[in-house]
C-alpha cells in the first residue's frame, strides 16, 4: 500500500511540474539551440529528486487521507492501549522513536508503515487484521513494518526513485524532440509534437521504471519479515505470513488484490510478476524458516 501510494503521488507530482514547467516555457528554453544534454541532465535530476522528495513527505498524510487512518491519540479500548503499549515495545527495541499507531477501516488483513524518516513514522493496521489474527501474529505483523522504518526503506526508495525520476524525464525529452525533428520535420525549436510525445513518455517510462521500484520493494519485504521475527520471534511471523496465505486463497474473504502487506492472491508469473510490490508468500515463509536469525 505505501509502495502504490509513494508511486502514484510521485507520479502525479512529476506529470504535473513537467506541465507547469512546459507552460512557463522551461523546455522550450532549454532547446534553443538544439538539445544541451548537460543542462538537460542536471535539469532532470533537479526535478527527478525533487519529485521523489515531495512525494516521501507527503507519504504520511497521503496515507491517513486515501485510507482513512484514525490515530490513535488516546486509547479508548483494551485493544487500542495494547496495540500502543506493542508499538512502543517494538519501536524501542529496534532504536527508533515511538510512530504514530492509526487504525483504519477495512475487512480485509491489511497493515502499513510509512514516514519520511524512521523517528517520523507510521505504522497502521486494518480493523479487519485485528479481529482476526491473535495477539502474537499482531505482533509480528507490527514487528514486519517497524522492520520497515528501522531499515529506512522509505527513505531508500526516494533516493531510488529519485534518479528513476531523472532518467524518466531525460530520456522523454530527448524522445520527444528526436520524433519532432525526424517525424514532424520540425527544425526550429520545439513544436506541438515534442510536448505531446514527450508527455506521452514521460507516463509510459514512468509506469516502465516503476519495475526498479517494485523489485526494490520485493527484497526489503524479505529484511523485514527477518527483522518482524527478532522483534516478536519466528514463529509468530511465520504464522502471521500462513494466515496471510491461508486468507489470500479463499475467496469468499479476500478480493483480487490484497491485502496485508498488498499481496496478490498467488503467485503470478511473466510481465506481471515485475509489477509486484511483494514476494509470493511461499517465497517468504521458506526465507524466513532459512534465515540465520
Not at 149 to 178: E, H, K, P
Not at 217 to 234: C, H, N, V
Request: charged share 15%; aromatic share 8%.
Amino acid at each position: 500500500m505505501r509502495i502504490l501510494l509513494f508511486l502514484a503521488t510521485n507520479l502525479a507530482v512529476i506529470l504535473v511540474a513537467s506541465f507547469t514547467l512546459r507552460l512557463l516555457g522551461v523546455d522550450s528554453y532549454l532547446a534553443q539551440n538544439g538539445i544541451d544534454y548537460s543542462s538537460l541532465l542536471i535539469f532532470a535530476a533537479v526535478f527527478g529528486f525533487a519529485g521523489a522528495l515531495i512525494s516521501l513527505f507527503l507519504s504520511k498524510p497521503m496515507a491517513k487521507w486515501s485510507t482513512r487512518a484514525q490515530v490513535i491519540e488516546s486509547p479508548r479500548t483494551p485493544a487500542e492501549r495494547w496495540l500502543m503499549e506493542t508499538v512502543a515495545e517494538l519501536a524501542r527495541n529496534a532504536g527508533i522513536k515511538m510512530p504514530e499507531v492509526a487504525i483504519f477501516p477495512a475487512t480485509q488483513s491489511n497493515a502499513f508503515a510509512t514516514g519520511w524518516n524512521k523517528n517520523d513514522a507510521l505504522v497502521a493496521v486494518s480493523e479487519g487484521l485485528l479481529h482476526r489474527f491473535n495477539k502474537d501474529e499482531i505482533k509480528a505483523v507490527l514487528g514486519h513494518e517497524i522492520g520497515h522504518v528501522a531499515n529506512g526503506d522509505m527513505v531508500t526508495l526516494a533516493l531510488i526513485q529519485g534518479v528513476v525520476n531523472t532518467f524518466v524525464i531525460f530520456a522523454s525529452r530527448v524522445i520527444g524532440s528526436f520524433v519532432d525533428r525526424v517525424v514532424f520535420r520540425n527544425e526550429e525549436g520545439h513544436g506541438i509534437g515534442f510536448f505531446v510525445v514527450s508527455m506521452v513518455a514521460e507516463l509510459v517510462l514512468g509506469i516502465l521504471a516503476s519495475t526498479i521500484v517494485f523489485w526494490f520493494s520485493r527484497r526489503r519485504e524479505f529484511r523485514a519479515d527477518i527483522a518482524g521475527a527478532r522483534l516478536a520471534g519466528r514463529g509468530a511471523m511465520i504464522s502471521a505470513l500462513a494466515r496471510l496465505k491461508q486468507e489470500s486463497e479463499a475467496p469468499d474473504q479476500m478480493p483480487d488484490t490484497l491485502q496485508a502487506f498488498a499481496i496478490s492472491r498467488g503467485a503470478r508469473g511473466g510481465l506481471s510478476a515485475l509489477f509486484m510490490t511483494h514476494p509470493p508468500l511461499e517465497a517468504r515463509i521458506q526465507a524466513l524458516q532459512n534465515a540465520q536469525l
